[in-house]
């Protein structure tokens, strides 16, 4: 991906075929598992090579009213969501879309009534992403 950021403006997360609303913020981080070696014709130095390639997409969804505005046993883990949202500036038509799993759901609770609030939540990309 260039050097343009994924904005959530416009897109959308969803479990089962239902939005997910009421999300706070999201992010992607893209990387990738190189290889490094040295050998006689390395000169002394390490050689890079590209490896496979993941991603882990992380969002924050918070309650409006004390309560979500969705069904939140959709999102256990290992539950498949289906994240839609634009590359670059608003008003951009390039779609970044992918399914990814949920790896883990952290609680966000309110310490003076000890009621969960929200959550963030941590999902690994399943297989390609796309940029159209």
Not at 15 to 34: F, M, P, Q, R, Y
Not at 38 to 46: D, H, K, R
Not at 81 to 100: D, K, M, N, P, R
Request: glycine fraction near 10%; proline fraction near 1%; hydrophobic fraction near 40%.
């Amino acid at each position: 991906m260039a050097n343009d950021a994924i904005s959530g403006l416009g897109g959308k997360i969803t479990a089962g075929g239902t939005e997910i609303s009421h999300i706070k913020n999201w992010n992607l981080d893209e990387s990738s598992s190189v290889a490094q070696y040295a050998s006689s014709s390395t000169a002394g130095y390490t050689k890079t090579e590209g490896g496979t390639k993941k991603a882990t997409l992380r969002f924050d969804i918070y309650k409006e009213d004390g309560h979500f505005h969705f069904d939140p046993s959709t999102i256990v883990l290992n539950a498949s969501l289906a994240f839609v949202g634009f590359v670059g500036a608003a008003g951009s038509t390039q779609v970044f879309s992918a399914t990814a799993v949920v790896a883990n759901i952290a609680h966000i609770v309110d310490i003076e009534t000890n009621q969960i609030i929200g959550a963030t939540v941590t999902c690994e990309v399943d297989g390609v992403w796309t940029i159209s």
